[in-house]
């Protein structure tokens, strides 16, 4: 049984590869392969209008038939003219993500690990109490105390202004208040400290562990302290408590920062993200490639989102759109 047809037998649903040893596409949901055919229990072909059948996870419908989604072309960003562009978004399957113009799997999409692990590579790796050289070994939500990864209690709050964050909940700060009150309306203090009675006080120093920094600080090992990361860095860098580090391949917990991506538990640069190609392109590992024209014989593999294959050659749907509008 192929790794696909095992996530469907979780969702208690049968898929079936036609034909059954080398076929390149799977049955819609309630149809087996007979005869290399998609055939219902009553004998009748699968409809080819892809809203009247259900295809298994991780496979997208073209022609009613349900083809893997792994490898296949996903998403375009295309320049129209001067003044418009069209974006066309692609389904990659419950458990898959669009890398770089194409599908590929995401093996921790949907894992649910213990509050002392992290998912890598769809397995749950324990990060508390292993060895580190620096925070961004241990991950998201876990600091580098003494090369030993420890997780970090620190609560966020979506307080009201005069409140802060305590323990994870918003209580009434006389301290924040005070921010809004008119002794503090016109005070303007430095990076560090924060207006109180009409007085700049220093934060730095401040307990942090269930509560919020103020004064542009923020909380390192319990206390407040300034940002060592304002403006350090550079692009495609990410800081923590000083220190720059490439964003691709650092550990994390489902976001990235864009154009990176959360993959298998680590974040992966999308060299496609926002690029804008003309008709007739592509997207391919960030560069822009002609396919049409190309020689085909199953458009959504051999061609892209938005193309048929027509007389065994590529055509895009979004030019031939534009000359039928001429």
């Given at each position: 049984?192929?790794?696909y047809?095992?996530?469907?037998?979780?969702?208690?649903?049968?898929?079936?590869?036609c034909?059954k040893?080398f076929?390149?596409?799977e049955?819609?949901?309630?149809h087996?392969?007979?005869?290399n055919?998609?055939?219902?229990?009553d004998?009748r072909?699968?409809?080819?209008?892809?809203?009247?059948i259900?295809c298994p996870?991780?496979?997208?419908?073209y022609?009613g038939?349900c083809?893997?989604t792994?490898?296949?072309f996903?998403?375009?960003n295309?320049q129209?003219n001067k003044?418009t562009?069209?974006?066309?978004?692609?389904?990659?399957?419950?458990?898959?993500?669009c890398?770089?113009?194409?599908?590929i799997?995401?093996?921790?999409?949907?894992?649910?690990?213990?509050t002392?692990?992290?998912?890598?590579?769809?397995i749950?790796?324990?990060?508390?109490?292993?060895f580190?050289l620096s925070s961004?070994?241990c991950?998201?939500?876990?600091?580098?105390?003494?090369?030993?990864?420890?997780?970090n209690?620190?609560?966020?709050?979506?307080c009201d202004?005069?409140?802060s964050?305590?323990?994870?909940?918003?209580?009434?700060?006389?301290?924040?208040?005070?921010?809004f009150?008119?002794e503090?309306?016109h005070?303007t203090?430095?990076?560090?400290?924060?207006?109180f009675?009409?007085?700049?006080?220093s934060?730095?120093?401040r307990?942090?562990?269930?509560?919020?920094?103020?004064?542009?600080?923020v909380?390192?090992?319990g206390r407040?302290?300034?940002d060592p990361?304002?403006?350090?860095?550079?692009?495609?860098?990410?800081?923590?408590?000083g220190?720059c580090?490439?964003l691709?391949?650092?550990?994390?917990?489902?976001?990235?920062?864009?154009?990176?991506?959360?993959?298998?538990?680590?974040?992966t640069?999308?060299?496609?993200?926002q690029?804008l190609c003309?008709?007739?392109?592509?997207c391919?590992?960030?560069f822009?490639v002609?396919?049409e024209?190309?020689?085909?014989?199953?458009?959504?593999?051999?061609?892209?989102?938005?193309f048929?294959c027509e007389?065994?050659?590529c055509?895009?749907?979004?030019l031939?759109q534009?000359q039928?509008?001429k």
């Open positions: 049984m192929n790794w047809c095992f996530i469907f037998f979780i969702y208690a649903t049968i898929c079936q590869r034909p040893l076929g390149e596409f049955c819609p949901i309630g087996n392969c007979i005869d055919q998609c055939l219902s229990p004998g072909s699968a409809p080819i209008e892809c809203d009247k259900q996870t991780m496979t997208r419908c022609k038939r083809y893997s792994i490898g296949l996903c998403n375009r295309v129209i003044t562009a069209k974006s066309v978004l692609s389904n990659c399957g419950q458990f898959g993500k890398i770089n113009g194409h599908c799997l995401d093996r921790c999409a949907n894992i649910s690990c213990e002392t692990e992290q998912c890598r590579d769809g749950c790796v324990k990060i508390a109490g292993t580190c961004f070994d991950g998201p939500n876990y600091d580098c105390i003494r090369n030993t990864c420890i997780k209690h620190r609560v966020s709050c979506n202004p005069g409140e964050c305590q323990q994870g909940h918003c209580f009434a700060d006389p301290t924040v208040f005070n921010l009150l008119s503090c309306a005070v203090c430095t990076n560090g400290s924060f207006c009675d009409g007085s700049c006080v934060a730095i120093g307990d942090c562990l269930q509560e919020t920094c103020l004064g542009g600080t909380c390192i090992n407040c302290s300034l990361c304002i403006s350090r860095c550079p692009v495609d860098h990410d800081c923590r408590e220190h580090r490439h691709q391949g650092l550990p994390c917990v489902n976001e990235c920062p864009y154009p990176y991506e959360c993959v298998d538990g680590r974040c640069r999308n060299e496609c993200f690029k003309l008709p007739g392109e592509i391919d590992y960030g822009c002609n396919v024209g190309r020689l085909c014989s199953l458009a959504i593999r051999d061609c892209g989102q938005d048929e007389s065994s050659f055509k895009d749907k979004i031939l534009g039928n509008e």
